[in-house]
C-alpha cells in the first residue's frame, strides 16, 4: 500500500476559498489528503492546481452541496474504494443581504436554509453512513456556524435562523455518535476577512459599527479560523465534543 492511500482524509465542504480554503491548507500541511467539495468548478480546480504538489494529495469534486444525490454520490464512490474519511469540516454558506424578514422573498429564505443548513446536514449524513459501513471508530466533524449561531441581529432572520439549527444539529451528532469516537462540534466566526465579507467591508460605517463591538478592534484571518478547526479535529482535542466555540475577538463576551 502506497504512503498516498494511509493518509487520514479530510473532506472540506467549500474548501476553496475562504475559511475552506485555509482550513485546506492547514490539513495539506498536517499530512493530510483533503478532498474538496465546492459549487465552484473554476475556484476549485485552481486551488486543487495551486496547491497539488509531490507532498499535498488533494483533489476537487464539484459538488452542489443543496443537492442530496450528489452528495451522497460522491461518500458512496468513497465506500466502493474501501476508502475512510476521518475529518469532515463543513465551511460551505452564505451570508444573504440585511433585510426585514417583510422584505424576505420565499426564495432567498429557502436559499440561505438550504445551503446552511441542509447541505451541512446533507455532509454529515454521508460522513456517518460511510463511518458506520467501515466501522470506523475515530472521527471529528467540525461545523462552521457563527456567532449569529447563539445570538441574533436585525435584518439577519435567515442567518440567524440557519446557524442556531447549524449548532443544534451538531450537539445531537455529538451525542449520538460519542460511543463511536466521533466528534461534533461547531464553531462560531465573528467578522472575518473572507470573499464572503468583501462587501460589507467595503462599507465604513458597518465597519466603523462591529469594530466598536469586538474587544480586540479588528477582524480575524481565515488562517485564525482554520487553525481552530484543525485543532478541533485533531487528537488535543480527544475529549471535546458538542461544543460550541466562538473565535470573534470578544464579541460575545461584550
Not at 169 to 184: C, E, F, G, P, V
Request: aromatic residues 8%.
Amino acid at each position: 500500500m502506497s504512503d498516498k492511500a494511509i493518509q487520514p482524509l479530510a473532506i472540506i465542504t467549500g474548501g476553496a476559498s475562504g475559511i475552506g480554503l485555509s482550513s485546506t491548507q492547514r490539513f495539506l500541511k498536517e499530512g493530510y489528503e483533503v478532498l474538496i467539495l465546492d459549487a465552484n468548478k473554476e475556484t476549485g480546480q485552481a486551488s486543487v492546481n495551486n496547491l497539488k504538489s509531490a507532498t499535498c494529495n488533494v483533489n476537487f469534486a464539484y459538488c452542489d452541496i443543496t443537492n442530496h444525490a450528489q452528495v451522497e454520490e460522491i461518500f458512496a464512490d468513497l465506500l466502493a474504494h474501501n476508502r475512510p474519511a476521518q475529518v469532515l469540516v463543513n465551511c460551505a454558506g452564505i451570508s444573504p443581504a440585511l433585510n426585514p424578514l417583510h422584505q424576505y422573498s420565499v426564495d432567498e429564505w429557502h436559499r440561505t436554509i438550504n445551503i446552511n443548513l441542509h447541505g451541512t446536514f446533507y455532509a454529515c449524513r454521508e460522513f456517518l453512513k460511510l463511518a458506520t459501513a467501515l466501522k470506523i471508530n475515530e472521527g471529528a466533524i467540525v461545523n462552521v456556524a457563527s456567532i449569529m449561531g447563539v445570538r441574533a441581529s436585525a435584518a439577519q432572520a435567515s442567518y440567524a435562523a440557519s446557524k442556531h439549527a447549524v449548532v443544534g444539529l451538531t450537539k445531537s451528532i455529538a451525542q449520538d455518535y460519542a460511543t463511536m469516537n466521533i466528534r461534533a462540534n461547531a464553531i462560531g466566526p465573528g467578522v472575518i476577512d473572507t470573499p464572503m465579507n468583501t462587501e460589507l467591508m467595503k462599507d465604513e460605517n458597518i465597519m466603523q459599527y462591529m469594530l466598536q463591538r469586538i474587544p480586540m478592534n479588528r477582524v480575524a484571518t481565515s488562517d485564525e479560523v482554520a487553525n481552530l478547526i484543525y485543532f478541533l479535529a485533531s487528537s488535543e482535542a480527544s475529549y471535546i465534543t458538542g461544543s460550541y466555540h466562538p473565535i470573534d475577538g470578544g464579541y460575545l463576551a461584550s
